[in-house]
């Protein structure tokens, strides 16, 4: 099994920066890629970020250029810089993984509880 668990949201002023933290652990050599969603108040569930264990990374247009995703995977940990931040980027952020799994044989998506970032004007 894996387990993801996000930390490093909170309160922020508009242009301010965070950094979250998504810790994986259980059988995180079956983990391939990884990704940041977030779900604004009222609204639907959106892609941020995404990155492969290759380092390759892609970004929802709306974060390109002010957020960065990157993983280290000695640690099973992948982050986001967030940069720039606007009051629209309030959102609970949620960690995602892909696994594989030989039960399925197949990739499973995992999901940590999110946490939650607001941004202030």
Known sequence: QVQLVESGGGLVQA???????????????SINAMAWFRQPPGKQRELVAGIGRDGSTNYADSVKGRFTISRNNDED?????????????????????????????????????????????
């Open 15 to 29: 242009g301010g920066s965070l950094r979250l933290s998504c810790v994986a652990s259980g059988s995180t050599f």
């Open 77 to 121: 940990t992948v982050y986001l810089e967030m940069n720039s931040l606007k009051p629209e980027d309030t959102a609970v952020y949620y960690c995602n993984a892909e696994r594989w799994s030989d039960a399925d044989f197949g990739y499973l998506e995992v999901w940590g509880q999110g946490t939650l970032v607001t941004v202030t004007s």
